[in-house]
């Protein structure tokens, strides 16, 4: 059975830095293979793991729906777009990734999703880790791409609008009624101690504790020279931060 990690946030948070942390430190512990889904239109997991961003699900949907409306009734239409969607992955040593990139157009042929869902299901069987890095609108979640989460992290900032934004996602996971296991508040890029402003609105969206990952110079200066996290040395604070929140996610 695959253990579901998602990633989720407002824009800019770090959700992609966190998941390419997680990644990295699921590798060095030998939980492989693992799956990187890039949930995120803009897509950049990819090259901040140290990969070529390659084809998206969402370009091969596309060149997929055109063709299809143009082939006979009868043609093994779902064995060719499985055969197309393999060109969407990305494959590396005990690392695979998978990009989703745009959602689909007004023009949305919806029964290519539906074998989309199918794939995914089927694929994701495959993997014994699936790190997904979602989008800051959290579209992936509300369209029910994924049908559960075992570890959902919704990080946050140390800021009001952070924290506020991270009460609404998780009330949205309420209401969509998605299966999540296990939910896990993050603050990243904290410097020195908590302002008792962010204690109290956090107070005020019901979250009793965090998981605190600090403003890391090293994941600045890499992000700047675009270089991928898999080369951050073992003594960045963030990455150490992260590993201990793996600690928990995983033991759960
Ligand atoms: N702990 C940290 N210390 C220092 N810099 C950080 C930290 N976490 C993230 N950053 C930096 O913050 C910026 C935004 O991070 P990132 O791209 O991971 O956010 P995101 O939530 O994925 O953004 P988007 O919503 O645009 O996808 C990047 O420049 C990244 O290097
Ligand atoms: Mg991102």
Redesign the pocket.
């Known amino acids: 059975m695959s253990f579901l990690i998602a990633v989720a946030?407002k824009?800019?948070?770090?959700?992609?830095?966190?998941a390419g942390l997680i990644v990295r430190n699921l590798k060095r512990r030998g939980k492989v293979p693992i799956l990187a889904v890039d949930a995120?239109s803009?897509v950049?997991l990819a090259e901040t793991i140290g990969f070529q961003q390659g084809k998206t699900v969402g370009a091969v949907r596309e060149e997929f729906s055109s063709h299809m409306r143009n082939m006979p009734p009868g043609m093994g239409k779902e064995t060719l777009l499985e055969l197309k969607l393999n060109e969407a992955m990305m494959e590396g040593e005990g690392l695979d990734i998978l990009a989703m990139g745009r959602g689909e157009g007004p023009g949305c042929y919806c029964p290519v999703n539906n074998m989309m869902r199918r794939f995914l299901e089927v694929l994701i069987k495959n993997y014994p880790f699936v790190v997904i890095?979602n989008?800051?609108g959290m579209e992936h979640l509300s369209r029910r791409i994924l049908q559960r989460i075992d570890a959902l992290l919704i990080v946050s900032d140390p800021t009001p609008k952070g924290i506020r934004t991270a009460g609404r996602i998780r009330a949205l996971t309420e209401e969509l009624e998605l299966s999540v296991g296990g939910s896990y508040f993050v603050i990243?890029?904290i410097e020195g101690d908590l302002d008792p402003i962010i204690e109290t609105e956090m107070e005020k969206e019901g979250f009793t504790s965090f998981y605190g990952?600090?403003?890391?110079r090293l994941?600045?200066d890499y992000?700047l020279s675009l270089r991928p996290l898999t080369d951050l040395p073992e003594e960045s604070v963030?990455l150490k931060a992260v590993d201990e929140i793996l600690d928990e996610v995983i033991q759960s």
């Open positions: 946030g824009g800019g948070i770090g959700k992609t830095t966190i995120d803009n950049n890095d989008e800051a990243n890029r990952i600090p403003m890391d994941i600045h992000d963030a």
